[in-house]
Every structure is written in structure tokens, then in C-alpha cells.
């Protein structure tokens, strides 16, 4: 996996704070939390839920098996957070923790091998569950169309279907909650840009020429900065 690598695990951190993520989707996950002191953050990854979590005063136990992820969230915290956050390095599958009062897992499933497990597991850890996964039919990045045309990694391309079937199989009510989002996304390198989606995107650096000049064929260009809107669109999936 992906985020087992040092390099990668850097600049997926890098890249996405820079882009502004979590954005709108914190504003909505946190409305949602309100109430909820132990909240469980399963695929934690580098925090970015986590930390602003516990900076609005819940007690976060964050599971994370990545060792590269989780250096960088710990990282993040500071004398304020540090006791609010409990960091288990883990796979969510065999994290051994006791109950929450709320489970959160973003973008995080995708990785799992038994999703079923996985969602019952969440059923079981916490009454409130909440399970984001990308909406990608209504997606459009610049990754979507660098993947379009140069990858046949598809990420998150029927989860929805598969997390649907498994909570209708399992006769467990749900409701689906839609967050989408606008972002400007501004560069100045377009051959370091270029070669940072091959790394995302896991494409041939040999091809770096031609994914820069399909991002330059994607971006407005005043002359100094290269800028991108991207449409952000997930569902969050209650039950
Ligand atoms: C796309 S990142 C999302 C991280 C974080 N939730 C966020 O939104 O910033 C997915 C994370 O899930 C983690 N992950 C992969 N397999 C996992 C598993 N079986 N259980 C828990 N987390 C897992 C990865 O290591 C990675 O850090």
C-alpha cells in the first residue's frame, strides 16, 4: 500500500494542506460530532481530522497502521491536543479498543480487504458511525483526468455500491449525507507538479513530459500561476 511508503506518506500530507483538505467536508464532520466526546478515527492518516478534532475538545483515539502516517500526526500534536489523543498504530481490522461514543473513517476503506468486517466492526465500536467515501461520478480534479487518460486506477470507483450492499445486506438502516465542495488549486512548476501526480498517481516518471502538458491543457495560465478548479464531491454515509 501506498501509504507504507516514506516519500509518499510526505508528500500525500503535503499535497492535500496544501490544497486546503479537509475544507468544507471538516466543517460538516465536526457539525455531525457535536455532543460526541470519544470519537474513534479509523485510516487517520497524518491527522488531519484527528488534530482539528481535538482541537474542538473531543478525545480522539485514532487508528492509523502506516508507521510513516502516524510519525506525521503525532507530529501535529502540541501540549494542548497531545492528552486528548490516544494514537494506535494498527489496521482498523485488528485494532483492539475499547468503545467510542462516535466512529469516523474518511476515505479510509478503500485499502480494506474485508469491507463487510470492517463496517460491522465500526457497528459495533461506537452508536453513531460515519463512513466517507468519495462520490467519484461527480468528481473533477486534475487527478481525475491525469488518471483518465494515463492510469487504470479507478480509486473509490464502486464503493459507494459496495458500502450500500453491505448495510442493506446486513438489514442496517442508513442515511447518506452529499458534501460537495469548489477549490482553487494554484501552482507556479508545472514539471514539479507534473511529477508529484506521477508519484500520487503512481504513473512511469518517464511520462512526466506528456502529464505536464495535459495539466497545462486543464489550467488557466495568467503568465505566473497555473489555476485549476477542482469539484470535490463525497458521501457520507450514516448508520
Ligand atoms: C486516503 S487516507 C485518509 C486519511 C484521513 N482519514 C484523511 O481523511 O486525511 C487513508 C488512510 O487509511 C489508512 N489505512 C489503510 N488501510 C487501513 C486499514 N485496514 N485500517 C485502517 N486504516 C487503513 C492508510 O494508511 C491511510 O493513512
Not at 469491507?115 to 466517507?132: E, G, H, I, Q, T
Request: aromatic share 10%; charged share 30%; hydrophobic share 40%.
Amino acid at each position: 500500500m501506498k501509504f507504507y511508503n516514506k516519500k509518499f506518506a510526505e508528500a500525500y500530507d503535503k499535497r492535500l494542506t496544501e490544497e486546503g483538505y479537509p475544507g468544507r467536508l471538516l466543517k460538516v464532520v465536526c457539525g455531525q460530532l457535536e455532543g460526541y466526546e470519544r470519537v474513534i478515527d479509523v485510516g487517520a492518516g497524518s491527522g488531519l481530522f484527528t488534530v482539528p478534532l481535538a482541537r474542538n475538545g473531543h478525545h480522539v483515539v485514532a487508528i492509523e497502521p502506516s508507521p510513516h502516517m502516524i510519525r506525521l500526526l503525532r507530529r501535529k500534536l502540541d501540549s494542548e491536543i497531545r492528552p486528548r489523543v490516544t494514537t494506535v498504530q494498527s489496521t482498523w481490522e485488528e485494532a483492539d479498543i475499547p468503545a467510542g461514543d462516535a466512529v469516523i473513517c474518511i476515505h479510509a476503506v478503500y485499502p480494506m480487504k474485508d469491507l463487510s468486517a470492517a463496517l460491522l466492526k465500526m457497528r459495533d465500536a461506537a452508536p453513531l458511525r460515519m463512513v466517507l467515501v468519495r462520490n467519484e461520478a461527480e468528481m473533477d480534479t486534475i487527478s481525475d483526468r491525469i488518471r483518465e487518460e494515463f492510469s487504470s486506477d479507478r480509486c473509490g470507483s464502486d464503493y459507494l455500491a459496495q458500502v450500500r450492499s453491505v448495510l442493506s445486506g446486513n438489514g442496517i438502516p442508513y442515511k447518506e449525507l452529499l458534501v460537495h465542495e469548489q477549490r482553487e488549486i494554484f501552482f507556479h512548476d508545472l514539471y514539479k507538479e507534473a511529477e508529484n501526480y506521477c508519484g500520487h498517481l503512481d504513473i512511469d516518471p518517464a511520462k512526466v513530459k506528456e502529464v505536464a502538458r495535459l495539466i497545462e491543457g486543464q489550467c488557466e495560465y495568467d503568465g505566473n500561476v497555473y489555476r485549476f478548479t477542482s469539484f470535490l464531491s463525497d458521501i457520507i454515509f450514516h448508520y
